[in-house]
C-alpha cells in the first residue's frame, strides 16, 4: 500500500528539511536513558554471543568445519531477507489503528523523524538480547546443533546491517562502489520511503523490484 502524506509526515518527516534533533520519548528519565544505546553496545553482544556459540559448535557437536561454516554463510543471507521484510512489512507497516500507529512511530518513525540522532540508530541492549534469545529457541527447534553455526552467521549479519546503517548516517559517502548504499537510504530517508528497504544490501531490493528509479 503506497505511503500516504500524512505517514510521510511521521516516517519522513517533510515538514522538517534539516531531520535534526532528538526526541524525547518517556517522560520516566530511567525509560528514556534505556531507549538509547551506542551503536557498539549490541555488536559487541552480537560478536561475544557468536563466539561462544562458535565455541560450542566445535567443541560439543560432530557437525564438520566445513559443513559449519556453509551453515554460517546461510546465516548471512538469511538475516538480508529477514532485513528487508522487516524494514518494508513491519517497520514500514500502515499505521492504519492508534495501536499500530503508536507501535510504528515508537520502533520505527522516530527514526525517519530524527535520522542523524546516532543515540537510536539500534535498538535498546535489552530488546538486543531478547531478539537473540528468540533467535535462538526458534532456530533450535527448527535446525537443532546447526543453530550454534546459523546463529553466528544471522547475528553477523545483524551486526553488518547496523554497522552500515550507522556509518551511512554518520560519515559522507565513500567514493567507491559502496556508495550505492549512502544513496539509495538517503533516498529511502528524504525522498520516497517505499523504495530501498535494504539497508546493508540491495540485493532483495533489485530482486522484488524495490530498487529506487534512476533518475534521467
Known amino acids: 500500500m503506497p505511503t500516504s502524506t500524512s505517514t510521510l509526515k511521521k516516517i519522513g518527516r517533510l515538514d522538517r528539511p534539516d531531520n535534526t534533533g532528538s526526541a524525547h520519548m518517556f517522560e520516566n528519565p530511567l525509560l528514556e536513558k534505556l531507549s538509547r544505546t551506542h551503536i557498539l553496545v549490541p555488536i559487541t553482544l552480537f560478536f561475544l554471543v557468536s563466539s561462544v556459540c562458535l565455541y560450542f559448535a566445535v567443541t560439543t557437536t560432530n557437525i564438520e568445519v566445513g559443513v559449519g561454516i556453509l551453515v554460517l554463510l546461510s546465516g548471512i543471507f538469511a538475516f538480508t531477507f529477514v532485513e528487508y521484510m522487516m524494514h518494508k512489512h513491519f517497520f514500514h507497516m500502515e499505521p492504519d489503528t492508534p495501536v499500530?500507529?503508536?507501535?510504528?512511530?515508537?520502533?520505527?518513525?522516530?527514526?525517519?523523524?530524527?535520522?542523524?540522532?546516532?543515540?537510536?540508530?539500534?535498538?535498546?541492549?535489552?530488546?538486543?538480547?531478547?531478539?537473540?534469545?528468540?533467535?535462538?529457541?526458534?532456530?533450535?527447534?527448527?535446525?537443532?546443533?546447526?543453530?550454534?553455526?546459523?546463529?553466528?552467521?544471522?547475528?553477523?549479519?545483524?551486526?553488518?546491517?547496523?554497522?552500515?546503517?550507522?556509518?551511512?548516517?554518520?560519515?559522507?559517502?565513500?567514493k567507491n562502489f559502496l556508495k550505492v548504499l549512502w544513496v539509495n537510504h538517503a533516498v529511502h530517508h528524504y525522498k520516497d520511503p517505499d523504495v530501498a528497504f535494504g539497508v546493508s544490501s540491495p540485493l532483495w531490493d533489485y530482486i522484488l523490484g524495490t530498487m529506487p528509479k534512476k533518475e534521467k
Open 100 to 174: 499500530k500507529d503508536k507501535l510504528q512511530y515508537s520502533v520505527h518513525g522516530v527514526h525517519h523523524d530524527y535520522p542523524k540522532d546516532k543515540d537510536r540508530l539500534a535498538m535498546p541492549p535489552f530488546v538486543s538480547a531478547a531478539y537473540v534469545l528468540i533467535f535462538y529457541a526458534v532456530f533450535n527447534l527448527i535446525m537443532g546443533d546447526f543453530t550454534l553455526y546459523f546463529l553466528p552467521g544471522f547475528l553477523v549479519g545483524y551486526s553488518s546491517y547496523l554497522g552500515v546503517h550507522y556509518v551511512v548516517h554518520a560519515f559522507q559517502p565513500p
